[in-house]
Structures are given as structure tokens and as C-alpha cells.
């Protein structure tokens, strides 16, 4: 029979790690198993647009290309939105669009819709556990960065693990 605090010990290696950050959504750092692929969030941009409530820049070890990401509520449709572009290589440092979709977080429930409360400021917002970008890596997969995002045994995936805090 087990021991009430070696059965508490072993339930807590059961459910996982604990992720003890607290950390506001602007400062948060995600990456994926193994820390090649980083999902790093920063303060929206002042001529970002209005409805832009999040920013963020993906890297992947060994991908030379930028993926810089945006979180919008559109109009009339509450649920959040997400796209990633890539510097393109003509002339006018335009994005070109790379991924889009639905952006969903790890609550306390379990999936969720990226969290957006209008009550609270953005940069009071905290960051969930997880985020899910569904399909980011079948375009990563489909695209002409596969060779360098999955040299190796590296694996890009959809989701994100909160990892670090930059405040």
C-alpha cells in the first residue's frame, strides 16, 4: 500500500507538470518539444490595427525566414482570429501570407478560444499554458522551409507550451 504522500507524489507525475509562470500575454515565450521551434509574444504595434489584440514572432532553428504573427477579433465575429506572414522577397518589404486560422489556448476548462477580455488591458492579460495554431505545421511541411524546419529528428508542430517570461 502506498503511503498518502508517495500516492500525492505519484498522481502529480500522473498529471503532468505543474507550470508554476505566471506571466502577462505580451512577455510570454512558447516553444515546442526540444525548444527548436519558439513562439515569442510581444506588445502590439501602435500602427498595428485596431482590432489587433495580440503580436507574435515564430522562430524555427535552422529556418532563415521571419514569421511574424498577429491576433485579431474581427468585426462582428468574436472569435479570435490569427495570421502569420513572411517577408517576401520583392522590393516593397510587403508580408506574404503564410498561415491563418483560428487561434485556441489551454484553459482552465480545457480548449478555448484565445483568451480576450475587454475588461482587462492587454498588457494585464496572462498568458494560458498552451496555445494551438491548427494546420501551422502542414504549412511549414508544404512550404519551401521543410527541409531546414525538419532536419534531423525535429518535429514542428500546432502547439505551444509556455515556457519563459521576459519580465
Not at 507525475?13 to 505566471?22: N, V
Not at 518539444?33 to 489587433?52: I, T
Request: glycine share 12%; with cysteine.
Amino acid at each position: 500500500m502506498l503511503k498518502p504522500i508517495a500516492a500525492i507524489a505519484v498522481a502529480g507525475l500522473l498529471a503532468g507538470p505543474a507550470l508554476a509562470i505566471e506571466c502577462p500575454i505580451q512577455h510570454a515565450i512558447y516553444e515546442q518539444p526540444g525548444g527548436d521551434v519558439r513562439l515569442s509574444f510581444s506588445p502590439v504595434p501602435r500602427d498595428g490595427a485596431a482590432n489587433q489584440i495580440a503580436a507574435f514572432e515564430i522562430a524555427i532553428k535552422g529556418v532563415k525566414a521571419r514569421f511574424d504573427g498577429a491576433i485579431h477579433i474581427p468585426n462582428g465575429f468574436g472569435q479570435p482570429g490569427g495570421s502569420v506572414g513572411l517577408d517576401c522577397t520583392g522590393a516593397d518589404g510587403e508580408q506574404c501570407g503564410f498561415w491563418e486560422g483560428v487561434v485556441y489556448a489551454l484553459g482552465a476548462d480545457g480548449i478555448e478560444e484565445y483568451p480576450n477580455d475587454a475588461e482587462i488591458p492587454l498588457e494585464a492579460q496572462m498568458a494560458p499554458r498552451q496555445l494551438l495554431l491548427p494546420e501551422f505545421a502542414v504549412n511549414v511541411w508544404y512550404s519551401m522551409m521543410r527541409g531546414d524546419a525538419f532536419a534531423g529528428e525535429r518535429n514542428v508542430l500546432d502547439t505551444f507550451t509556455l515556457a519563459a517570461c521576459t519580465k
